[in-house]
C-alpha cells in the first residue's frame, strides 16, 4: 500500500490544507467531504509534511548542505509533533479524508 502513496501529490494536499482558512475554502472535491469545523492539527501535520519534505530533499540532493545540531533537533521535534497531533485526531471523520486526500487527490480533481 505504500507504494501507492506519491510524495509529490502528498505534498500538493498537504500545501492545499496548510493554506486553507478554513473548511469552505478547501477546493470543492475535498469540501464537500470534509465536516467543519476541521480540526486545527491538520494544518500543522500538513506543513509538517511539507518543511519535512523539503528538508529531506535538501539533506538527499544539495551536497553543499549543512545542518547544525539545533536544526537536527528543531526537525525531529517537528516529527514528533505531527505524530502526536496525528494521535489526537486520527479517529475523526475528517482524518479519513485527509487520508483518502493524500492517495486519491490527482484522481478526485478529474
Known amino acids: 500500500m505504500q507504494r501507492a502513496f506519491d510524495h509529490g501529490r502528498m505534498k500538493e494536499v498537504c500545501q492545499t490544507y496548510w493554506r486553507a482558512t478554513a473548511a469552505s475554502s478547501l477546493p470543492r472535491h475535498l469540501n464537500q467531504l470534509v465536516m467543519p469545523p476541521s480540526e486545527p492539527e491538520f494544518k500543522r501535520i500538513a506543513n509538517a509534511f511539507v518543511e519535512l519534505q523539503e528538508a ?20 525531529i521535534d517537528l516529527a514528533e509533533r505531527a505524530f502526536s497531533d496525528w494521535n489526537i485526531i486520527k479517529s475523526k471523520p475528517n482524518a479519513n479524508v485527509f487520508l483518502a486526500a493524500l492517495l486519491l487527490n490527482s484522481l478526485w480533481r478529474k
Do not use: I, P, S, W
Open 56 to 75: 529531506r530533499h535538501t539533506a538527499d540532493y544539495d551536497a553543499g548542505a549543512l545542518f547544525d545540531r539545533n536544526d537536527v533537533l528543531q526537525k
